[in-house]
């Protein structure tokens, strides 16, 4: 069946770095557009990031660009976040996220959450 495996959140200070990680399995990952998505508290869930299913080109949401960098391993079936630089503004539940270049048939990991703090 088709799982997305969300890990890396946790609790890190101001500025400071973390990298998620999704591990996807029981699809073709490589004909899936692979995203990032967040969702605070009392928050509509926002696009983070995405790259395309190639990995040649990626798109990152204003509030993010410049701190945040995405990649995918097709080879692994996984897909990265590295955030560094982070803000108490960054908290959050991280999703990652698959949508197929055609169908736009689409699946969701259950989140990991992120927490921003002094």
């Known amino acids: 069946q088709v799982q997305l495996v969300e890990s890396g959140g946790g609790l890190v200070q101001p500025g400071g770095s973390l990298r998620l990680s999704c591990a996807a399995s029981?699809?073709?990952?490589?004909?899936?557009?692979m995203s990032w998505y967040r969702q605070a508290p009392g928050k509509e869930r926002e696009l983070v990031a995405l790259?395309?299913?190639?990995?040649?080109?990626?798109h990152y949401a204003d509030s993010v660009k410049g701190r945040f960098t995405i990649s995918r391993d097709n080879a692994k079936n996984t897909v990265s976040l590295q955030m560094n630089s982070l803000k108490p503004e960054d908290t959050a539940v991280y999703y990652c996220?698959?949508?197929?270049?055609?169908?736009?048939?689409?699946?969701w990991g259950q989140g990991t959450q992120v927490t921003v703090s002094s």
């Open positions: 996220n698959a949508r197929h270049i055609r169908t736009f048939s689409a699946y």
């Open positions: 029981g699809f073709t990952f490589s004909s899936y557009t």
């Open positions: 790259v395309t299913s190639t990995g040649g080109t990626t």
